[in-house]
């Protein structure tokens, strides 16, 4: 199956400062991609939908200024995390799919563990 | 709003059992179905998924699921658990209208099973 990888896997940053992590379909061009929140025993939250060379739709209750997500390329999107607090610390998980319709599947990175000091 | 439902939030079995992992979902339109699987330290892997035609779907690893469209359910079963199962499983659900949907996610299951 596709590969979508995520860069760092593990990251801790003080409080206040700005951590960008990387999502990249490695073997395919993703349409459109995928954020999610996962809390420790619980389901993963949608944050938000990017299509490649447009912004970004955030789901309800998800800060665009503070979660700010590029998909400059067919292969790229970049989640940065700015000015993070400590209840930003979590599992963050991208999804890439190749078409924007439905048939397409969606693939999902490893995740990046953020923790914020 | 869509939402999804997964009855139990963690269960334990011996090798050998049966399982059968609930899954409802609220939507009255078209849906796409999935479950995913997560083993400790990896990340998430398609387990199966349904689409259209026959109810019953078959995946990896000996995992079945079936669509019910009257009940809104999805339950994936498997009628004989190994050690190897230990996992958080995901069902989600893909609502479809417009360009595709969002693929909404159940609170997850973890399974425990006992050699």
């Known amino acids: 199956g596709a590969v979508v990888s995520q860069h760092p896997s593990r990251v801790i940053c003080k409080s206040g400062t700005s951590v960008k992590i990387e999502c990249r379909s490695l073997d395919f061009q993703a349409t459109t991609m995928f954020w999610y929140r996962q809390f420790p025993k619980k389901s993963l939250m949608l944050m938000a939908t990017?299509?490649?060379?447009?912004?970004?739709?955030?789901e309800q209750g998800v800060e665009k200024d503070k979660f700010l997500i590029n998909h400059a390329s067919l292969t790229l999107s970049t989640l940065t995390v700015t000015s993070a607090h400590p209840e930003d610390s979590s599992f963050y998980i991208c999804?890439?799919?190749?078409?924007?319709?439905?048939?397409?599947?969606?693939?999902f990175g490893p995740g990046t563990r953020l923790t914020v000091t | 709003a869509q939402s999804v439902s997964q009855h139990n939030h963690h269960v334990i079995l011996s090798e050998a059992a049966s399982l059968e992992l609930g899954c409802n979902y609220s939507?009255?339109?078209?849906?796409?179905l999935f479950w995913y699987v997560q083993y400790p330290g990896q990340h998430l892997q398609l387990l199966l998924k349904y689409f259209s035609g026959d109810p019953l779907v078959k995946g990896i690893k000996g995992f079945e699921a079936e669509f019910i469209k009257s009940k809104f359910s999805f339950n994936l079963r498997k009628p004989s658990v190994q050690w190897s199962d230990t996992a958080e499983y995901f069902c989600a659900v893909k609502a479809i209208y417009n360009q595709g949907g969002k693929l909404i996610f159940g609170q997850g299951t973890e399974l425990s099973v006992k050699p």
């Open positions: 939507y009255g339109g078209t849906v796409n």
């Open positions: 990017s299509n490649e060379g447009s912004k970004a739709t955030y």
């Open positions: 999804s890439a799919r190749e078409g924007r319709g439905a048939p397409y599947e969606q693939y």
